[in-house]
């Protein structure tokens, strides 16, 4: 059974930083993307960061380009999101996702989330003013 379990958020100031960890098991998959949404109260789900584990290649939101890093740990089966310089706008649950059928010759930026089958139970991020 695939599980995805999120850690790492919390509530810190404007213009602070924390690290999110996705760590996966259950699966064998060697080429998978994973990716990081997030969700604000009455918004819809956004993409913030997607990771090819094939290649390592990455891509982001225009909202969060140079603030936020994914990045992955093949040998621990985990991915990260470091978010710097965080906003208020960025207040929202986090949540990783996982597609174990993504491969070099999927789609770029793969940021959509219905593009995605295995999902975590998420983590609160809160900025404050």
């Known amino acids: 059974q695939v599980q995805l379990v999120e850690s790492g958020g919390g509530s810190v100031q404007a213009g602070g930083s924390l690290r999110l960890s996705c760590a996966a098991s259950g699966y064998t998959a060697s080429s998978k993307c994973v990716a990081w949404f997030r969700q604000a109260p009455g918004k819809e789900r956004e993409g913030v960061a997607t990771?090819?584990?094939?290649?390592?290649?990455?891509y982001y939101a225009d909202s969060v380009k140079g603030r936020f890093t994914i990045s992955q740990d093949n040998a621990r089966n985990k991915v990260y999101l470091q978010v710097n310089s965080l906003e208020p706008e960025d207040t929202a649950m986090y949540y990783c996702?996982?597609?174990?059928?993504?491969?070099?010759?999927?789609?770029?930026?793969?940021?959509?989330?219905?593009?995605?089958?295995?999902w975590g139970q998420g983590t609160q991020v809160t900025v404050s003013s």
């Open positions: 996702a996982a597609d174990l059928f993504c491969t070099l010759r999927t789609p770029r930026p793969h940021l959509v989330s219905h593009q995605y089958t295995y």
């Open positions: 990771i090819y584990s094939d290649d390592g290649s990455t």
